[in-house]
């Protein structure tokens, strides 16, 4: 294994341009090799240990590299109360990081301490966006800074909503002031799975809330007669999602870009390609490069 040294002090920044997220199986020779992306992503809960490896190895990462923190288990959206204990090791996981983003999601996975293996969508209703308002100024009151949060994708629509997802997001974000997360491959694989215009979407968000961009590749299943998308991230970016964040780039601009792969890993240079990709895009809109 790679040698680690003891922990630095300082926040590297997040650039606009692609970082990608950083996985244990790459972690050694991500060491070793220092690949040429500015940022990285790594998911929260997996550095909450008081020592150990994993966090040795971020400490050394956020050295040279910008680092967001990504939660996936906070489960904003549930009606139980935040988890205490999951708050207070985020938040001191933050200090001791310094990260230059913290995001979460506008979902649920957590219901009467029973949690789901998934990130559970929320009707779109005026109950569920006050809750969820409450829920992220808690967070970013117990952390003393403001989070991203991420628009999920889903399978299904609940027959209560009352406005559309992108509405929802916009006003989560002016009413809690947080900033948006806007991962454009779950905004395709939402308007695919439910019809509607993932222009609209793009339309609709406010410039100023949009503070980083996800791009991921998604599966294709047969459901009946139909075909639904699922959001795996075991793929490359597909042709019709680049062309999506080409609009998003024109409408946002340059802003930072994670490429999520979690799911059958790539090698490590296969990352940094897509990441390069997106960078190509960032600086050239309609460059051809998917």
């Known amino acids: 294994m790679t040698a680690l040294p003891s922990p630095g002090h300082g926040a590297r920044p997040v650039p606009a341009r692609a970082g990608i997220g950083l996985r244990a199986v790459h972690h050694d020779e991500f060491l070793a090799t220092r690949p040429g992306v500015p940022w990285v992503e ?77 990130l559970l969508p929320l009707p779109l209703t005026t109950e569920a966006l006050d809750h969820l308002v409450s829920r992220v100024v808690e967070v970013q009151d117990r952390l003393r800074r403001q989070i991203l949060v991420e628009n999920v994708s889903s399978y299904l629509r609940l027959g209560a909503d009352e406005m559309p997802e992108w509405t929802f997001m916009s006003d989560l974000a002016s009413r809690s002031g947080c900033q948006i997360l806007l991962d454009v491959n779950n905004i395709y694989v939402s308007s695919r799975n439910h019809g509607f215009d993932p222009l609209d979407y793009l339309a609709a968000v406010p410039v100023e809330q949009v503070a980083e961009m996800h791009l991921a590749g998604h599966s294709v299943v047969a459901n009946g007669s139909e075909e639904l998308l699922v959001d795996t991230h075991d ?12 609009t998003a780039i024109e409408r946002f601009g340059q802003v930072p870009t994670l490429l999520e792969w979690d799911a059958r890993l790539p090698p490590l240079a296969d990352l940094v390609a897509e990441a390069r990709k997106a960078d190509a895009w960032l600086r050239v809109p309609d460059a051809r490069v998917a």
Do not use: C, M
């Open 42 to 118: 790594v998911h929260s809960e997996n550095f909450f240990a008081d020592g150990g490896r994993q966090l040795a190895v971020l400490d050394a990462v956020r050295r040279d590299y910008g680092v967001s923190l990504h939660g996936v288990g906070l489960s904003l959206g549930s009606t139980d109360p935040l988890d205490a204990g999951h708050l207070q090791r985020l938040k001191r996981l933050v200090d001791r990081i310094e990260p230059a983003l913290v995001s979460e999601h506008a979902a649920w996975g957590s219901v009467q301490g029973k949690f789901f293996n998934d």
């Open 235 to 246: 793929a490359p970016v597909t042709p019709a999602v680049w062309a999506l964040y080409a």
